[in-house]
C-alpha cells in the first residue's frame, strides 16, 4: 500500500532499469613515448610532421594511419617554444629509412618527413 504523498516506482516485469552509459573509450593513441627512448641512438626514425599543438599532430595521424611503432612527442624549438612532432618507425640504416619514406602515402610525404637518428630526437624531447 502507498499511503498519501508517496508514488509507488514500479519497473514493468521483464524490462531492466536504465543504466547509465560507460564514458566513450579515448581515441587510439601512439605506443607511449618510452619506445623512443628504448631504441638503439645510431637507428633512423622518419619526423612525419611537427605542429605547434599536440591536437594537429594527433588529427593528421587520425587521418593517415601508420602501421608499426609510432608516437607524438614534445619537442624543443627555437625561442623556448615546444612543437609537437610525430615520429615513426626504427630503421637500422639511412637507406632503410629513405626507402620507408618514399613509401608512404602522398598525405604523409607533403609534410615533408624528416629522417632522423633516435640520437637527435632524445636530445631535442622536452622531458
Known amino acids: 500500500a502507498v499511503s498519501s504523498g508517496q508514488i509507488a516506482r514500479q519497473e514493468p516485469e521483464g524490462v531492466p532499469s536504465l543504466q547509465p552509459l560507460p564514458p566513450d573509450p579515448p581515441p587510439a593513441a601512439p605506443i607511449a613515448v618510452a619506445w623512443i627512448h628504448n631504441q638503439p641512438a645510431q637507428h633512423y626514425t622518419l619526423q612525419i610532421a611537427v605542429a605547434p599543438n599536440e591536437a594537429l599532430v594527433r588529427e ?35 637507406a632503410d629509412a629513405k626507402t620507408a619514406r618514399d613509401a608512404l602515402p602522398k598525405a604523409l610525404r607533403r609534410q615533408q618527413p624528416w629522417i632522423r637518428t633516435f640520437a637527435e630526437v632524445h636530445k631535442q624531447m622536452v622531458q
Open 60 to 94: 593528421l595521424l587520425a587521418q593517415n594511419p601508420l602501421e608499426g611503432d609510432n608516437a607524438i612527442v614534445a619537442l624543443h624549438a627555437a625561442r623556448g617554444k615546444t612543437q609537437y612532432a610525430l615520429i615513426w618507425g626504427d630503421f637500422a640504416n639511412h
